[in-house]
């Protein structure tokens, strides 16, 4: 008997439902102090007849809106209101009214009324009164607050509608679990916090990568890089300013440079010029002015530059018609960063951004984490060497170029093992040297169910294994585990799920280990531009392609065919559309979120 009902706000709604006069708004007097004892900003929505007003004939505002306007907001220092005029059937939906409110002000909405709809609810029940129980039809009841000893159809959480601390303490619980609900489904790959991983039951992208991130520890050892080679590294210390930059006080136009008088500045003789990397030494007096290039120091007594399209100069005079302010047109020495700051801190990887501040400073060489030893292998009687022959019942190999790409990328040592044949034996001596070699192992194939025991035997001889269920798609079977002191990680053979995991998986690993503070991916929100379908309970990484509409909103679709081993969709596409768990469909106009891989970082 319920209609459908989709909370819109990123903070949670809870209605409470009764029959008239078993006291709803009683309760909500008592219960909206308590709350805010508790530090819950509330917003409340009620359902009224259908012809009330706030308004009182005469004001201003009840005379605006019965002229005509449609909406009238009235405001002052402590209160404004906005009345809307929507005559129209049918009554405006819970979500439409809903996503009127400030929800950055609130931290949870009180409904009353709007009983018919698939909204977490309080019931309230006088046993007096003899009204049926409206738990008993509508499954998004969660909790009753009646008054005596009532028997309830159905295992419900039971309250006591006389003590209001306890309804409290039962909504301020709700607010709590309902926030951290809807922020993970905000941030589709956080998992939810605190408890412990189970790693026999299906784990959620969140919880495998945070286990994974529990046996990570940041390489600890210290390098020199010159440079001109440091991009793409990991600054080990924070990088401290030995000078001021800019060094000098400097111009930051081609114009004349002055002391600045008040009132007077439109007329001065000009005394000599200076360029960029040369200084003007001379006394420059009140009413004197010098020429000066872009980046060349200020001479001492002189603070304000006016640039060179807005002067005339003839016959060693220069005059303005502009309005001049004090010290316009000038680089502060240390503006952009001060001697002895901290110019970058250090566990930043080196874009040419910070390769170039780093420079800007004087450093020739700077402190970097070493390069993570990453040892690839692909297993698989069928997979076949690229430049080689294929056999008649063979595939070349794909997974060891896209993952040792992706290595590269994040400027890892790559130690590229080939193919191992589908033998125990070769497997456990491939595993062996990698494990003396390797901080981590990457092999594709041999974990789904079929060939997982091959890898699994060959692991166990010489490390340990653990084979996990992960609810997401592409890209289900993932093999997790040590060899000595090498973390090992058995991707899935498809040429997709591959990527997909190992952008999941392996890159935040691979960037803690390498030293990055910052070493999760990066979710971009974008407007679906059609339908997604996924399902619930597992996350779905769609490959996408995200632009600019002609609105100038980001906007996402799909690259075609999603299929695990079209590995051209990953070609078309500049990012994975994640779809979390808790959703089981996007529609065409939804926010969803993407992660960008084209840069792959
Ligand atoms: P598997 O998990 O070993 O059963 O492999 C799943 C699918 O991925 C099979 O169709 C394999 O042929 C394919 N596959 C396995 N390894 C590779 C590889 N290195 N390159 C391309 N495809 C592969
Ligand atoms: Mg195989």
Redesign the pocket.
Known sequence: MTEPFVNPLTIPVIGFCAYSGTGKTTLLKKLIPELNRRGLRLACVKHAHHNFDVDIPGKDSYEMRHAGARQMLVASHVRWALMTEDKQEPAPSLPHLLRQLEQDEVDIVLVEGFKKLALPKIELHRASHGKPLIHEVDEYVRAIACDDATELAVDIKRLDLNNVEQIADYVCDYAKQEQQKIDCQRLPLEAPCGCETDTSKTLSVGEGVNHILSFVEPLAEVEEAKIELAVNRVLAKDAVSPINVPQRTNSAMDGYAFKYQNGDNNEFEVIGEVLAGHSFDGDINPGQAVKIMTGAALPANVDTVEIRELAQESEGRVTFNSAIKAGQHVRQAGEDIAQDSCALAKQVRIGPAEQGLLASLGFGHIPVYRKPKVAVF???D??CQPGQPLSGVG??????YTIMGMLRKLDCDVLDLG?IEDRQQALEEALQQAGEQADVIIS?????V??ADFVKMALEQVGSIGFWKIAMRPGR?LAFGQVGKALFFGL????V??MVSFLQFVQPAIRKMAGEANYKPNLIPAIAAEDFRSRLGRTEFSRGHYQLNDKGQLEVRSTGSQG??I?SSMVKGNCLIVIPESVAQVASGDTVYVQPFAQLL
């Open positions: 692909s297993t698989g069928e997979v595939i070349y190999d794909s997974n060891r193919i594709s194939g041999g974990v789904s079929g060939d079977p899935p053979g498809n040429p799920a591959v695990s081993g590995l």
